[in-house]
């Protein structure tokens, strides 16, 4: 990005976030782009995404989606958002 560490700090700052935030924003984003997708499995989104494993996938969906039905089917999540 031809940015410093410290300056990207500060100008998340300034704009109220912090790279965490915006990084769980981005896959939250994506993972429900993902999870619409029937044809990928779970294990790769997780991976995609920048998890370890597919467990601290789903807990990160758990703790940043408020309201989440889940159907389990053949290692398939299937997230509807209720608004």
Do not use: C
Not at 9 to 32: F, S
Request: aromatic fraction near 8%; hydrophobic fraction near 40%.
């Amino acid at each position: 990005m031809g940015i410093s560490v410290r300056n990207l700090q500060l100008k998340l700052k300034l704009e109220g976030t912090t790279y965490t935030q915006l990084l769980n924003e981005i896959r939250t984003d994506l993972a429900k782009v993902h999870l619409n997708d029937q044809q990928i499995a779970i294990s790769e989104i997780s991976y995609q995404l920048g998890f370890s494993e597919p467990s601290v996938f789903h807990k990160f969906l758990k703790n940043r989606l408020v309201t989440l039905l889940t159907i389990t089917e053949k290692n398939k999540l299937w997230i509807f958002l209720v608004p």
